[in-house]
């Protein structure tokens, strides 16, 4: 949830996502954005995953970060954005992560038209326990088809070169945003991946609360 958006154009707003996504369990994510200024935001998430096998249910992970600003009408682009927080790992021995990750990344919003906005991300992260280190990239596209409700599709995945997992993953996704009411936004999405051979379909339902109106 830290990636993809770029930071909040609103002074006070006060925004809290909730993402589930379901294959062969539940994994689902909080994320609390908060703006403390125009372009700037602090933000909080927590991860919880259910296994289907294995009866395994815990919180995977918290974050704590920030969203900063750098860059507004460059030419096409319209923002540009540092993203950086930390995640600890909540089950230290599973993930043999006795430290918290660094992660540090960029985020762009480019206008292509009217109706079409293309967000992309960059990051990358670091633990230095076990010296691992990852690179995330994200291509969102969407699509305002009226004032309340948008459609997308995007791309994203990572490598890494940790020699006890997955080396890269990849995957596509698509869905719908509805707008009902003021501050109000559900989605619905679905996709495939692959990683390391391993292929995946999933689906999940999202919903945003904000004391503001979600930029369209």
């Not at 949830?1 to 809290?16: C, E, H, K, P, S």
């Not at 991860?47 to 460059?74: K, M």
């Not at 995330?136 to 459609?151: G, H, I, K, Q």
């Amino acid at each position: 949830m830290f990636l993809v958006d770029i930071a909040t154009d609103y002074l006070g707003r006060t925004q809290v996502e909730n993402w589930d996504y379901a294959d062969y369990g539940t994994l689902s994510s909080t994320n609390v954005r908060l703006g403390v200024s125009e372009g700037l935001e602090l933000d909080m998430a927590f991860t919880h995953i259910t296994l289907d096998e294995g009866d395994l249910d815990y919180y995977n992970s918290v974050d704590l970060g920030a969203r900063f600003q750098v860059l507004e009408g460059y030419s096409n682009v319209t923002k540009i954005s540092l993203i950086t927080f930390l995640r600890w790992y909540t089950v230290k021995d599973l993930f043999e992560a006795e430290r918290p990750k660094l992660y540090l990344g960029f985020a762009t919003l480019t206008l292509l038209g009217d109706k079409v906005n293309l967000t992309t991300n960059l990051a990358a992260h670091w633990l230095s326990l076990i010296e691992t280190y990852s690179l995330y990239y994200n291509l969102n596209f969407t699509y305002a088809a009226s004032p309340v409700f948008n459609m997308f599709f995007e791309n994203y995945g990572n490598w890494n070169n940790n020699p006890y997992g997955a080396n890269f993953s990849s995957h596509f996704n698509a869905g719908m945003i509805w707008n009902p009411i003021r501050g109000l936004a559900i989605d619905l999405r679905g996709g495939y991946g692959f990683s390391s051979g391993i292929r995946e379909f999933f689906v999940g339902p999202g919903i945003t609360l904000s004391n503001v109106d979600r930029p369209r």
